[in-house]
Nanobody
């Protein structure tokens, strides 16, 4: 089992920045990739950014050039640096990890990000 704990959400003005963290614990040796998803009210959960154990990254179209995902393998933590935030970035942000054989997925409880003046 893997447990994920997100932190760093909050209220920020448009154009501002936030940095989210997701710390993994438990069977961390089984983790291959980690990602951030988000879900706004009335919308489906969508991929924000993902990173593999090898450092390969993938971003959702709406955040490319503004958000950066990074990973500290020694601390089993993934970060999401969010710059130039827009009101449409308002959502609950969830951390996801996957790995093992067979592959299993793990989700955190989410952290609220609100972009508003």
């Amino acid at each position: 089992q893997v447990q994920l704990a997100e932190s760093g959400g909050g209220l920020v003005q448009p154009g501002g920045s936030l940095r989210l963290s997701c710390a993994a614990s438990g069977s961390v040796f089984s983790i291959n990739g980690m990602a951030w998803y988000r879900q706004a009210p009335g919308k489906q959960r969508e991929l924000v950014a993902a990173i593999t154990s090898g450092g390969n990254t993938n971003y959702g179209d709406s955040v490319k050039g503004r958000f950066t995902i990074s990973r500290d393998n020694a601390k089993n933590t993934v970060f999401l640096q969010m710059n130039s935030l827009k009101p449409e970035d308002t959502a609950v942000y969830y951390c996801k990890a996957w790995g093992g054989v067979p592959v299993r997925e793990y989700w955190g409880r989410g952290t609220q990000v609100t972009v508003s003046s």
